[in-house]
């Protein structure tokens, strides 16, 4: 009888690999923080031994969603600024407030409270632009969540960072500490085309092949962002990184809305990402990306929630449902994005953008056993015909019951298995929301 640390029974196991797969009453063997094996959960309660048994009567067990983009330090910031464009709301409103208030500390209680939102809901990994990446990667490390930080490159001085020599040392030193942790990693991470100037776009490739990480950047948000760089480069953004070399299979498309075909086929060309992040999107009236074309041409899709800022919540189950209702919607098409598409977008497409697609993303074995178990036993869930359609229509964060990262409980019955209590967050909440209105 073979022995492993934790055995998981469920209803369902959709593993995203091999796609459209719904598995049965199947059960999840982990060791050593690894998927040791995938198998009917008959066969699993005769051969298997665990430490501990883990029941799911009427659960889907799926892999650990990956926001492939947030800025989660700016959940201090949730519902400041509502209504308002892109560029307004950045130079009204954010910019003016993290220039007064944007501090060591600020980032980390701030992406504390994130990174519990974002457990809570299912989401194990996340890829996080912001300032101070050292307080960033503290608050995630607390938690147990994996992470990619992003070095961060801005031409402008702000309250963190002088000028990109400045930004670059300060990420590169945040990274260097963080080496041995194996949940931290990092990205490479120049805000904007119309923030970061040739000289440092290049600078910033350069460093992210030197280190084989992701190049992480806003691109093609807004219509004015493409206006604005053919006024002043006489290309659009994309056809600037791809003149600087940076069009790259590293290269992760922050949300992508407005793209012709010729910016499509040079993301296909190049094997570049996007992170789709459609609840921003269209709380800022930026626009619909054109998901179903993307994906036609071969183009990874992940999806991300942006910060709370834009978007008011850190939920993957909202971003897969709006996804897959705008793809059809904005196509035409009913068929575009259905829910395995949307789901492998929350997972192994986001994995696979940010280099760790050999390690999450699916349930495989061999790879970390990053978890989460969603209850569909609600009467809101009644009749279940597809679990894997529920997923994306039907439930929603507050269905998740279980989370495990590297096979450790996280979340166990709906309660986070936390460091830090809901009353010292709260706390933290309460004094920020104080300062920030004042």
């Given at each position: 009888?073979?022995?492993?640390?934790?055995l998981?029974h469920?209803?369902?196991?959709?593993?995203v690999e091999?796609?459209?797969?719904?598995l049965d009453?199947h059960?999840?063997a982990v060791?050593?923080g690894l998927?040791a094996?995938?198998?009917p959960s008959d066969l699993?309660?005769?051969?298997?031994q665990?430490?501990?048994v883990v029941?799911?009567g009427?659960?889907?067990l799926?892999?650990g969603?990956?926001?492939?983009h947030?800025?989660?330090a700016?959940?201090?910031m949730?519902?400041i600024g509502?209504?308002l464009?892109l560029?307004?709301w950045l130079?009204?409103?954010?910019?003016?407030?993290?220039?007064?208030?944007?501090?060591?500390?600020?980032?980390?209680?701030g992406?504390l409270?994130a990174a519990v939102?974002?457990?809570?809901g299912?989401?194990?990994?996340?890829?996080d632009?912001?300032?101070h990446?050292?307080?960033a990667a503290q608050?995630f490390?607390l938690?147990?969540?994996r992470?990619m930080?992003g070095?961060v490159l801005?031409d402008?001085?702000?309250?963190y960072?002088?000028d990109?020599?400045?930004y670059?040392?300060k990420?590169l030193a945040a990274?260097d500490r963080?080496?041995?942790?194996?949940?931290i990693g990092?990205?490479?991470a120049p805000?904007a085309?119309?923030?970061?100037?040739?000289?440092?776009?290049i600078?910033a490739?350069t460093l992210a092949?030197?280190?084989d990480?992701?190049?992480?950047?806003?691109?093609?948000?807004t219509d004015?962002?493409?206006?604005?760089?053919?006024?002043?480069?006489?290309?659009?953004?994309?056809?600037?990184?791809?003149?600087?070399g940076?069009?790259?299979?590293?290269?992760?498309?922050?949300?992508?809305?407005h793209?012709?075909?010729?910016?499509?086929?040079?993301l296909a060309?190049?094997g570049?990402?996007v992170?789709?992040?459609?609840?921003s999107?269209?709380?800022?009236a930026?626009?619909i990306?054109?998901?179903?074309r993307?994906?036609e041409a071969?183009?990874?899709v992940?999806?991300?929630t942006?910060?709370?800022a834009?978007?008011?919540r850190?939920?993957?189950?909202?971003e897969?449902?709006h996804a897959?209702l705008?793809a059809?919607?904005?196509?035409?098409?009913?068929?575009?994005?259905?829910?395995?598409?949307?789901?492998h977008?929350a997972?192994?497409a986001?994995?696979e953008?940010l280099?760790?697609?050999?390690e999450?993303?699916?349930?495989?074995r061999?790879?970390r056993a990053?978890?989460?178990?969603?209850?569909?036993a609600?009467?809101?869930?009644?009749?279940?015909?597809?679990?894997?359609s529920?997923?994306?229509h039907?439930?929603g964060?507050?269905?998740?019951?279980?989370?495990w990262?590297?096979?450790?409980?996280?979340?166990d019955a709906?309660?986070a298995?936390?460091?830090i209590s809901?009353?010292e967050l709260?706390?933290?909440?309460?004094?920020w929301?104080?300062?920030?209105?004042n």
């Amino acid at each position: 009888m073979n022995s492993v640390d934790l055995l998981i029974h469920a209803r369902w196991v959709i593993p995203v690999e091999p796609a459209r797969t719904v598995l049965d009453y199947h059960s999840v063997a982990v060791k050593d923080g690894l998927i040791a094996d995938v198998l009917p959960s008959d066969l699993a309660r005769r051969s298997v031994q665990a430490a501990r048994v883990v029941d799911l009567g009427e659960h889907v067990l799926i892999p650990g969603l990956v926001n492939l983009h947030t800025h989660a330090a700016m959940a201090l910031m949730r519902g400041i600024g509502d209504d308002l464009p892109l560029m307004r709301w950045l130079q009204e409103v954010i910019w003016p407030a993290e220039a007064k208030h944007v501090s060591d500390t600020f980032v980390r209680e701030g992406t504390l409270l994130a990174a519990v939102e974002m457990l809570r809901g299912g989401i194990t990994t996340c890829s996080d632009m912001y300032f101070h990446p050292d307080a960033a990667a503290q608050a995630f490390d607390l938690v147990g969540m994996r992470a990619m930080v992003g070095i961060v490159l801005i031409d402008f001085p702000t309250a963190y960072a002088t000028d990109a020599d400045d930004y670059l040392r300060k990420g590169l030193a945040a990274r260097d500490r963080w080496r041995r942790q194996p949940r931290i990693g990092f990205t490479v991470a120049p805000h904007a085309p119309y923030t970061v100037s040739d000289e440092n776009l290049i600078r910033a490739q350069t460093l992210a092949r030197e280190l084989d990480l992701p190049l992480h950047i806003h691109l093609h948000e807004t219509d004015g962002e493409i206006r604005e760089s053919i006024a002043a480069h006489g290309l659009r953004p994309l056809a600037r990184l791809e003149r600087l070399g940076i069009a790259a299979d590293n290269l992760v498309a922050v949300h992508a809305v407005h793209l012709n075909s010729h910016d499509i086929d040079l993301l296909a060309s190049h094997g570049a990402s996007v992170a789709h992040c459609p609840t921003s999107n269209m709380k800022l009236a930026s626009g619909i990306a054109p998901v179903p074309r993307l994906l036609e041409a071969g183009v990874r899709v992940g999806l991300g929630t942006d910060g709370a800022a834009s978007n008011n919540r850190l939920d993957l189950f909202q971003e897969m449902r709006h996804a897959a209702l705008l793809a059809k919607v904005s196509s035409g098409d009913a068929t575009a994005v259905p829910a395995h598409s949307a789901l492998h977008m929350a997972t192994l497409a986001g994995a696979e953008a940010l280099g760790l697609g050999d390690e999450i993303g699916s349930i495989v074995r061999g790879k970390r056993a990053d978890l989460c178990a969603v209850n569909l036993a609600d009467i809101s869930m009644r009749p279940c015909f597809e679990p894997l359609s529920h997923l994306v229509h039907a439930a929603g964060r507050d269905q998740v019951s279980h989370v495990w990262i590297d096979g450790e409980s996280r979340v166990d019955a709906g309660v986070a298995l936390l460091q830090i209590s809901d009353k010292e967050l709260l706390r933290i909440a309460t004094v920020w929301q104080t300062r920030l209105a004042n």
